[in-house]
């Protein structure tokens, strides 16, 4: 984890020098500084609170998690069935690479699972109760490798320093916009007025609205690789079966919207919708694993 993080951190500083340097080159930089924005301190205040929330978020994830499906962790397994759960994450953590991940069960009729955690090696990994209902185990099997396959590849991290990398941008270019329309539009001289603060809340909604059509590219090109990786674990048929099976209980309630990005499947969309999809259309997965049979 730590690397993954070093290199975004490095990354992402060398992003904002770029970004700095072309606004200087374009005579940008000197302009707002001129007009009393300091760009510099800007971009410092906007990395701290673009990375702050988004590495928060992802440390208490487990325990939010938690709280917003009521999921179970099983510390002690009490039937056949919280034993085979068990078992069967405890085997493919294994062969992943990673720790033991806990597994918990929460109770919800869609069929559905996710997985989250800041650790590979401390993660999470649940399955709703309409899941182990609806599923046989071999597609429970492949459900499980799905999850277990997206904490192998740190896809909580990832998309939390990609959230934090956007967050940055929004924050930078709706202040710039807002000094600009205040300075040239409101004629404002010293300091900021209501121009600045209004024009700043909406570039903000406005830009946080198309930088999260790159958070979304980014988590439905994840699931591709998750269900790659899943059946690598457990067999390429069983994945398509348990994606085949998703498709049956298309309709039914999904996770809470603060978890949508981590559970195995989501809403369906069309046309402009499609943009904000966290996960690819089943049939598109299906596909895409029936491509390498």
Request: net charge positive; glycine share 8%; aromatic share 6%.
């Amino acid at each position: 984890m730590f690397k993954r993080i070093g290199l975004f951190v490095i990354t992402n500083i060398a992003i904002l020098l770029v970004l700095s340097l072309v606004l200087n080159l374009l005579g940008v930089g000197p302009m707002l500084r001129e007009e009393g924005l300091n760009m510099p301190s800007l971009i410092a205040f906007a990395a701290v609170f673009g990375f702050g929330g988004s590495l928060i978020s992802l440390a208490i994830s487990k325990w939010t998690a938690k709280r917003l499906t009521g999921a179970q962790v099983i510390t002690q397994p009490s039937s056949e069935q919280e034993i085979w759960l068990v078992e069967t994450v405890r085997r493919q953590a294994a062969a992943a690479g990673i720790g033991m991940p806990e597994v918990a069960i929460y109770n919800a009729p869609d069929v559905n699972a996710f997985a989250t955690g800041m650790r590979r090696n401390s993660a999470l990994v649940a399955v709703s109760t309409g899941l182990l209902r609806a599923m046989n185990r071999d597609e429970a099997e492949a459900v499980l490798a799905h999850e277990v396959s997206h904490v192998a590849n740190g896809d909580m991290i990832t998309l939390a320093l990609i959230q934090g990398v956007v967050n940055t941008f929004v924050i930078v270019a709706s202040r710039v916009v807002g000094h600009l329309v205040d300075r040239v539009v409101f004629k404002t001289e010293r300091g900021h007025g209501p121009g600045f603060f209004i024009t700043t809340l909406v570039a903000q909604m406005v830009f946080g609205i198309l930088a999260s059509i790159i958070v979304f590219w980014f988590s439905r090109q994840r699931e591709f690789r998750a269900d790659a990786g899943a059946a690598n674990l457990a067999g390429r048929e069983k994945m398509v079966a348990a994606l085949e099976r998703l498709r049956l209980s298309a309709g039914q309630p999904h996770l809470p919207d603060q978890m949508a990005a981590f559970g195995i499947s989501g809403n369906i969309g069309r046309g402009l919708k499609r943009l904000f999809m966290t996960h690819p259309p089943l049939e598109e997965r299906i596909a895409a694993l029936r491509q390498e049979l």
